[in-house]
């Protein structure tokens, strides 16, 4: 699919999500990226299922909320996100709550803990990957 | 009191290790539905069987008897066992109910705090940032839920993968994935045995929510990726503080559900073999001895006090005891 055909009806797949998962993916490019990002730089990062016109309109939005600050770059502005004062206070507490083992059942983690074995074997696992992949076919 | 009565303390004993292996010939969504109300079917009968053992201890108390107008001595002698194992049911009793108290508050308690301590962090849409170099990301229910990622993982992943992150956190929030570790959590506070059911269903739980985002990205191999590199971040970055005593000696659940996801998706159709449906059989048979006993015990001691209580309304006291004592033995036994 063309890119212009994206741009001009702001239709294209990742268009039509629901607006909270346009924003939480661009808030997470934001905060992956080393440095302040320019609406192309983050929809070049999201790998152009985006329109231009959409990612401003996202960071504008989460620029209003105070999420994001922004610095003028060129004709445009670069947005970064803004960095909260409280992290360290926060992780503490996380640890804190970690210290307890049935936590586990409150929260779903995405990940587990990995033994020395489960590390090399998913090593293996990712490295043979299209080979794997392509046996079970 | 009947045998029977003691059958659904002892089935857990057994039907877990049994769930536990049929677990996975099954694919996720099935799996996960099925430990669950295994696990709650076979804790409610557990629990049904020791209050019935306690009533029927607590019926040949002279002021409980009088509450119930019915007379102890029409009961039945029971056997020598009644007594003590009344007051075992009773004690084992409040201490579950203590127990699961205790857990139910402490988990709304830890709910609460981790809902406070995000209060002020970056959101957007349903993302929370967290900042924190150690890779870390949980869904958090809630109303509304949200997706709790450092930003330690968000830089260890690629767009693509942390849409993938993101895909598998909403699978856990839109399908309540946390009610059915509770519940399970509920169940192995009520009988010890199906503690070994709660690995099994996160894990079902953890694979349920690949699936789901394998189905939205459209990319298996994709999601294989971004799990694998996620749990690699995260061991990178060293052990957490968390003490974990089950590390498993054979391979643990992230290698399995990425070697799951790099194979084709799961499909019903497997289900078709000898092995899994006579373990679902089982299973089942489990869960209906289990039910089919406590309600039989019920039934009996039901039928003990319907005795004891017609046959003192119906005559005066020294009646009761004289006429009724061979019926109330027959009975109660």
């Known amino acids: ?137 | 009191m009947i045998y029977a009565v003691w059958l659904p303390l002892l089935v857990p004993l057994l039907a877990a290790p049994l769930a536990r292996r049929g677990a996975e010939s099954l694919p996720p969504r099935a799996a996960a539905w099925a430990l669950t109300c295994l696990a709650l079917a076979l804790a409610l009968s557990s629990t049904a069987a020791l209050t019935l053992l306690a009533l029927d201890g607590a019926l040949r108390l002279p002021f409980v008897a009088a509450l119930g107008h019915l007379s102890p001595n029409l009961l039945g002698d029971g056997s020598p066992a009644t007594a003590p194992a009344a007051v075992l049911a009773a004690v084992a009793l409040v201490g579950l109910g203590a127990l699961v108290l205790h857990r139910a508050r402490r988990h709304v308690r830890e709910l609460r705090a981790v809902h406070g301590q995000l209060a002020d962090h970056a959101s957007a849409g349903d993302l929370t940032v967290r900042q924190d170099d150690g890779p870390d990301a949980y869904a958090l229910p809630g109303r509304p839920g949200r997706i709790v990622v450092t930003t330690g993982m968000l830089r260890a992943l690629s767009a693509p993968e942390r849409e993938v992150l993101f895909a598998h956190e909403r699978a856990h929030l839109a399908g309540r994935h946390h009610v059915f570790l509770a519940a399970a959590e509920f169940a192995a506070a009520l009988h010890p045995a199906l503690r070994g059911l709660r690995a099994p269903l996160s894990y079902a739980l953890e694979r349920w929510a690949d699936e789901c985002a394998a189905r939205v990205t459209g990319d298996r191999a994709l999601t294989a990726r971004a799990v694998g590199r996620a749990a690699l971040a995260v061991s990178a970055a060293g052990p957490r503080p968390r003490p974990r005593l089950s590390l498993t000696a054979t391979a643990g659940p992230v290698p399995r559900r990425v070697t799951a996801l790099l194979a084709p998706a799961p499909t019903i159709a497997r289900t078709h073999h000898l092995f899994p449906r006579a373990l679902a059989a089982l299973l089942l048979a489990c869960v209906a001895l289990s039910a089919t006993a406590a309600l039989e015990a019920a039934t009996d001691l039901h039928a003990g006090i319907e005795t004891a209580q017609g046959e003192s309304a119906g005559h005066g006291f020294g009646d009761a005891y004289g006429d009724g004592d061979g019926d109330g033995d027959g009975d109660g036994n």
Request: no cysteine; aromatic share 2%; hydrophobic share 35%.
């Open chain 1, 1 to 137: 699919m063309p890119e212009g055909q994206i741009d001009e009806s702001g239709d294209g797949r990742a268009d039509r999500r629901p607006a909270g998962e346009l924003e939480a993916g661009v808030l997470a490019a934001l905060w992956a990226a080393d440095g302040p990002l320019t609406p192309g730089a983050v929809q070049l990062e999201l790998g152009g299922g985006l329109a231009r016109t959409t990612v401003t309109t996202i960071l504008t939005r989460l620029h209003a909320k105070g999420v994001v600050s922004r610095a003028r770059s060129g004709r445009g502005y670069a947005y970064a996100p803004v960095q909260d004062s409280h992290g360290l206070t926060a992780r503490r507490m996380h640890a804190e709550l970690d210290k307890d083992e049935d936590r586990r059942t409150v929260l779903a983690r995405f990940v587990s803990d990995l033994s020395p074995e489960d590390e090399e074997l998913l090593r293996a696992l990712l490295e043979g990957e299209p080979g794997a992949a392509d046996d079970t076919r």
